[in-house]
């Protein structure tokens, strides 16, 4: 089964930093990009960050660029999101999803992990 | 960035009824567009890919159609256990970007 496992989060003071991890099974993670999506609590679905199949290419929002850093680890199937100089309006679930690619379809994200609740407070 | 708007905010329906819900993109998305369920509590999850394409696993009575910047997403004969929230999203352009949600209930 194709699935995605995430780890980490929780309450942390503003300034503070925080890795999140997501491990990937039931497929190959170095097939796909991968990316990490952030909910606010009864609000909409914002797109936060990407990460090529190697690593190589990386892009941001810009609500985060130059504070989150996505990276991978292929050999052991596992995406991860640090999280550095938090802010309260950081406060979310975040949520690391794979990327599916059809020619001529565009892309989707398929499958979600189970999110995980990220609370910037004092 | 491209702008998703979605309506209605949200809708009342019965059991069995057939609903539909629209999503709009502030420029031509080609059928860059994709559409998400997401139940209380739980993470969304793909029902329909490029505007009209359903998922593997997803059941039929959830149908997708449209192009440019007009797409619609209709449920057929509605179960209460589609009561969530829908979101569409485009795939032309980065950001990819998501629409604020139709709630059913």
């Known amino acids: 089964e194709v699935e995605l496992l995430q780890a980490g989060g929780g309450l942390i003071p503003p300034g503070g930093s925080v890795r999140l991890s997501c491990k990937a099974s039931?497929?190959?993670?170095?097939?796909?990009?991968m990316h990490w999506v952030r909910q606010v609590p009864g609000k909409g679905l914002v797109w936060v960050a990407r990460?090529?199949?190697?690593?190589?290419?990386?892009d941001y929002a810009d609500s985060v660029q130059g504070r989150f850093t996505v990276s991978r680890d292929n050999s052991h199937n596992i995406l991860y999101l640090e999280m550095k100089t938090v802010r309260a309006e950081d406060t979310a679930v975040y949520y690391c999803?794979?990327?599916?690619?059809?020619?001529?379809?565009?892309?989707?994200?398929?499958?979600w992990g189970q999110g995980t609740l990220v609370t910037v407070s004092s | 960035d491209i702008q998703m708007t979605q309506s209605p905010s949200s809708l009342s329906a019965s059991v069995g009824d057939t609903v539909t819900m629209t999503c709009r993109a502030s420029?031509?998305?080609?059928?860059?567009l994709n559409w998400y369920r997401q139940k209380p509590g739980r993470a969304p999850e793909l029902l329909i890919y490029?505007?009209?394409n359903l998922q593997t696993g997803v059941p039929s009575r959830f149908s997708g159609r449209g192009s440019v910047q007009d797409f619609t997403l209709t449920v057929a004969g509605v179960q209460a256990d589609d009561s969530a929230t829908y979101f569409c999203?485009?795939?032309?352009?980065?950001?990819?970007?998501f629409g604020p949600g139709t709630k059913l209930e």
């Open positions: 999803v794979r990327e599916g690619l059809l020619s001529g379809y565009g892309t989707w994200f398929d499958p």
């Open positions: 039931g497929f190959v993670l170095s097939n796909h990009w």
């Open positions: 990460i090529s199949y190697d690593g190589s290419r990386t």
């Open positions: 420029q031509h998305i080609v059928t860059y």
């Open positions: 490029a505007a009209s």
């Open positions: 999203q485009q795939s032309f352009d980065s950001p990819q970007t």
